[in-house]
């Protein structure tokens, strides 16, 4: 068996991804703080407003994920007990992703709808290919981590690339 098969260097890509996600989150906390103790209160504010964005863009994605078939009242519920949880959002769909049986259990404890339903209901409604199912299955493990591209880490590096020019 080779060292590196397909498995393995994609579980290191997948495990790499949400490691970089956890720092990323962490040296944004620690920027914003600098940015307060250095008084530059613009930079924090925007800072911060980000980070917020981000913790309700992740509720979002969870409940929508998570509570598709609970009606708006419910997916309101949901969505307010995941806000204070938003930045672990994006780690915890990878790692449901997985298809851990405990892991699956416990959201539908919760009365929640795993993802591994999802899938299901999918392959079964359409017989979809290989490739365009392995695609799809790809999306939904890592679509907390495109969430968070998208509106937590380039507009943060945005951000501190603006701070870097203005003062050096």
């Known amino acids: 068996m080779p060292l590196c098969s397909h498995r393995r260097a994609e579980a290191a890509f997948d495990v790499l991804t949400a490691v970089v996600s956890f720092a990323d989150i962490v040296t944004d906390v620690f920027v914003a ?25 992740y509720a979002f994605m969870f409940a929508g994920t998570f ?8 997916q309101l519920c949901v969505f307010t007990l995941a806000l204070p949880f938003g ?7 990878w790692v449901e992703s997985l298809r851990n049986a405990a892991v699956t259990r416990f959201v539908r404890r919760l009365g929640l709808k795993p993802s591994c339903d999802v899938e299901t209901a999918a392959q079964s409604a359409a017989d979809a290919d290989q490739l365009w199912s392995a695609i799809q299955s790809k999306y939904r493990s890592h679509a907390g981590f495109l969430l968070e591209a998208i509106v937590e880490a380039v507009p943060q590096g945005l951000l501190q690339t603006v701070f870097i020019v203005v003062y050096g």
């Open 67 to 74: 509570a598709p078939s609970h009606s708006p009242a419910g």
């Open 87 to 93: 930045q672990f959002v994006p780690i915890f769909t």
């Open 33 to 57: 703080r600098e940015f307060h103790l250095e008084g530059h209160h613009g930079f924090f504010v925007c800072s911060v407003a980000l980070l917020i964005l981000a913790q309700f863009s």
